[in-house]
């Protein structure tokens, strides 16, 4: 089952904060979060393994609820460099890695 | 440290030909895998490598799509005969362990497909 991501995409000025969502309507057992710039491969971003697990690479962390099924992404004091399309993953019980369908962040100066 | 290596990084073919794409992992992954991703979508899981054997196959389009990897390192993704909705780009991914673990993927640039 994919993840759902919310918003599909979403227009910052330099310095502005963003949320990314993540959700499944089956258990989670692990949130990977992965970064893609135009024409290039998916860069790893973390991994968040426990329900109400928080980390943190730079400005931009995660949290996981894994009661409420979802994960959330906060981009804080965005810089143009975060500009790209941020994917969200899912470990199902059998292991397998399944992807949102991405949410388009665009940081403008 | 090398990285996940593809190719070719384009292809261009008219449907019902054949084409062939070629990954070859980080070394020491044993784990590795090929996504389709279509143009404003997620990489949807092709199919995925534990060594030499495949570890998860259902989303692959078995009647034209085959992949192989017989030394358990590099791999290989053909499809014949393509057809229009196989436009796409294919990203190879590895990881060290893989299967039931929570490690990050290694992605390669990928191969992107045109089928006229």
């Known amino acids: ?109 | 440290e090398a990285g996940v290596a593809q190719s070719p990084r384009y292809k261009i073919i008219e449907k019902r030909q054949s084409v062939a794409f070629w990954c070859n992992p980080i070394s020491g992954h044993a784990t590795l895998y090929w996504y389709q991703q279509i143009l404003g979508q997620g990489p949807k899981l092709l199919i995925q490598f534990q060594n030499n054997g495949v570890v998860d196959d259902s989303q692959l389009p078995k009647d034209r799509f085959s992949a192989e990897r017989l030394k358990g390192v590099d791999s290989t993704l053909k499809i014949q005969p393509a057809k229009l909705e196989d436009s796409a780009v294919y990203l190879c991914a590895s990881s060290y362990h893989g299967e039931g673990t929570n490690e990050k993927l290694f992605f390669g640039s990928g191969t992107q497909l045109s089928v006229l």
């Open chain 1, 1 to 109: 089952q994919q993840p759902v991501q919310s918003p599909q995409a979403v227009i910052l000025r330099e310095g502005e904060d963003a949320v990314i969502n993540c959700s499944s309507s089956k258990a989670l057992y692990s949130v990977h979060w992965y970064r893609q710039k135009h024409g290039e491969a998916p860069v790893f971003l973390m991994i968040l393994l426990k329900g109400g697990e928080q980390k943190g690479h730079e400005k931009i962390s995660a949290s996981f609820n894994e009661k409420k099924q979802q994960s959330s992404l906060y981009l804080t004091a965005s810089q143009l460099s975060y500009s790209g399309t941020y994917f969200c993953g899912s470990r199902n019980q059998g292991g397998k890695l399944i992807f949102g369908q991405g949410t388009e962040l665009s940081v403008k100066p």
